[in-house]
């Protein structure tokens, strides 16, 4: 065997360690919810119908709700996800479409001038004109958000900043530990529960939560997919005398199906496993899966095979996605969408 012969099996030895290892809790997750519980509790039981004998009994538990609710935080989970994955979706890909066909100039000064406006404004409504918290906080934004888009069209002095940095500007908001906003948005919901808006364990104010959570990655995928579009045809139609929104609606968004596609798949995963959100902002009404696995410890102690089987019922879905993701991809179906 000579050298180059070796290196390859020495490196496919090696990856072959490394897909063990890393298939090994799926494997194990799996085999549990499949268990008896003696099976689970009489020690390590690697192979089924050798080490066990498999029974559907954990699953059948599970769908009739003896360990507690399932279906409530399946249909939560699937109506969070899918609602705040289309306005994420339906947002992001005006935004990225807009960052890709359209030059943005935005002068930082503009940007100093609206969070001044904004704090300011806000002072001016709560402290001397008496309105409440929100009105005022409403208020100012409206006020601070019109002062910028006014200076911003003047002559200031300082930087400019382009396309590129609004995108940065987008991604830089997955970069704060998510400890920090999550708390943010409970202050602020709380705040409009007391205003008499409840937002707190709801369906809008979870959806809003997501949609804001997905955006930034939203923008960062489709802008690259956008760019990998043929411009030629968007030009021949506005030599046609064709509106912009037709152009976005009827020719940008059926070619970029793919794409749209694979990115939806994408933000849903992020939405159905995030955990710290829905622990903060949920309750009982509306609990997601993940809080549900969280706090399926038993009076009678933890039992293994129960919690695989909810695992199992809520990770089963996401391979399914990434399995149709890597075919995407594996297909050139996703062409530029992801680099």
């Known amino acids: 065997m000579n050298g180059s012969a070796r290196t390859r099996w020495i490196v496919f030895g090696l990856l072959l360690i490394w897909l063990i290892f890393t298939l090994f809790p799926l494997w194990w997750t799996y085999t549990t919810a499949f ?36 279906f409530r935080p399946i249909i939560a989970s699937t109506m969070i996800g899918g609602i705040s994955t289309f306005f994420a979706i339906a947002l992001g890909a005006m935004a990225a479409y807009a960052l890709v066909r359209f030059e943005y100039r ?16 806000y002072l001016l409504f709560k402290a001397v004109l008496g309105f409440s918290d929100m009105q005022a906080f409403g208020l100012a934004f409206v006020v601070a958000l019109a002062l910028a888009i006014y200076a911003n069209r003047l002559p200031l002095p300082g930087p400019v900043l382009g396309n590129n940095d609004v995108v940065f500007w987008f991604v830089s908001q997955r970069m704060f530990p998510p400890i920090v906003s999550a708390f943010a948005l409970y202050l602020l919901y709380s705040r409009l529960g ?35 579009l043929p411009v030629e045809v968007e030009e021949a139609a506005l030599v046609d005398n064709v509106p912009r929104w037709r152009i976005f609606l009827e020719i ?31 309750s009982g009404d509306w609990p997601t899966l993940p809080i549900t696995i969280s ?45």
Do not use: H
């Not at 020690?43 to 538990?61: N, Q």
């Not at 930082?108 to 300011?120: E, P, R």
């Open 35 to 70: 268990k008896p519980p003696l099976a689970v509790m009489d020690g390590p039981a690697y192979v089924p119908w050798i080490d066990y004998s498999p029974t559907l009994a954990p699953l059948g538990e599970i769908f009739r709700e003896e360990r507690g609710e399932i």
């Open 194 to 228: 007391r205003e008499g808006i409840q937002a707190i364990d709801t369906l809008w104010g979870m959806v809003l939560c997501y949609t804001a959570f997905s955006l930034p990655i939203v923008v960062w995928l489709l802008r690259d997919f956008f760019q990998a």
């Open 252 to 282: 940008v968004v059926p070619m970029a199906r793919p794409g749209l596609i694979a990115v939806s798949l994408i933000a849903f995963g992020f939405v159905w496993n995030e955990f710290l959100f829905a622990l903060i902002l949920t």
């Open 295 to 339: 706090g399926q410890a038993s009076v009678r102690g933890t039992e293994w095979w129960s919690m695989a089987g909810t695992n199992v019922i809520a990770i089963t879905p996401m391979i399914v996605v990434t399995i149709f993701l890597a075919r995407m991809m594996r297909s050139g179906l996703m062409l530029g969408s992801i680099r």
């Open 106 to 121: 935005v002068r930082l000064l503009s940007g100093v001038i609206f969070a001044l406006g904004g704090v300011g404004g």
